[in-house]
């Protein structure tokens, strides 16, 4: 079993709907949460990072924890062609500047 | 400069060559990782720096592969006897102490032949 687990996609989407990412996770002493976006030959960008159980707003994007399940979520409403990209789910087991386990990442397309 | 800086962007070695690539962090940052991603993966820790000292290489696949931050600022990763498998974007990160996330620079695509 995979530390972090994602569905490679492609995950397909009308514009202007909500798409919806998920990622589980194996470790249960992991306390911090990421959501990094990717585009095609660059490297990935921070969108938000969740630590504590429920929903994180920023903008369009919403971040969802739940650590009983071992399970952590992306939404992202209004979707845009801007949007289409890797999206890759990492957990850290501190709090602090440590190392990041990745999954391999959910490609979504957003089609106008 | 503004951002983490690598360099070179793009590198092919001959098989059996030895490779050095550069990571120049955003200034000030105490903390630097080294990953790897191959093609269609998600990126795989490789080694962590705060200042100079080398607190975590248990990511390193062999002992082939070589990390270093003499001045606690600029790092190298070198790769010797390069092989096949070591194909991949090698992508350095950077962070301050007690900070939540790191920024990553723009990678160095290894190829190997």
């Known amino acids: 079993q995979k530390e972090v687990e994602q569905n490679s996609g492609p995950l397909s989407v009308p514009e202007g709907a909500i798409a919806s990412l998920n990622c589980t996770y194996s470790d249960r002493g992991s306390q911090s949460f990421f959501w990094y976006r990717q585009y095609s030959g660059k490297s990935p960008e921070l969108i938000m990072f969740i630590y504590s159980n429920g929903d994180k707003e920023d903008g369009r994007f919403t971040a969802q924890l739940n650590k009983a399940s071992q399970y952590v979520s992306l939404l992202i409403r209004d979707s845009q062609p801007s949007d289409s990209a890797t999206y890759l789910c990492a957990v850290n087991r501190g709090f602090g500047n440590e190392k990041l386990t990745f999954g391999t990442g959910t490609r979504l397309t957003i089609i106008p | 400069g503004a951002g983490v800086s690598q360099s070179p962007r793009y590198k092919v070695a001959k098989r059996g060559q030895d490779v050095a690539l550069r990571c120049d962090p955003i200034?000030?940052?105490?903390?630097l990782f080294w990953y790897q991603q191959a093609l269609g993966q998600g990126p795989e820790f490789l080694t962590y720096?705060?200042?100079?000292?080398?607190?975590?290489k248990s990511g390193l696949p062999s002992d082939r592969f070589f990390a270093e931050r003499p001045e606690g600022s600029v790092s190298t990763l070198k790769i010797q006897r390069t092989q096949q498998e070591d194909s991949a974007v090698y992508l350095c990160?950077?962070?301050?102490?007690?900070?939540?996330?790191?920024?990553f620079g723009q990678g160095t695509r290894l190829t190997v032949v």
């Open positions: 200034s000030g940052h105490v903390s």
């Open positions: 720096f705060q200042n100079e000292a080398q607190l975590d």
């Open positions: 990160a950077s962070g301050t102490t007690g900070d939540m996330w790191a920024f």
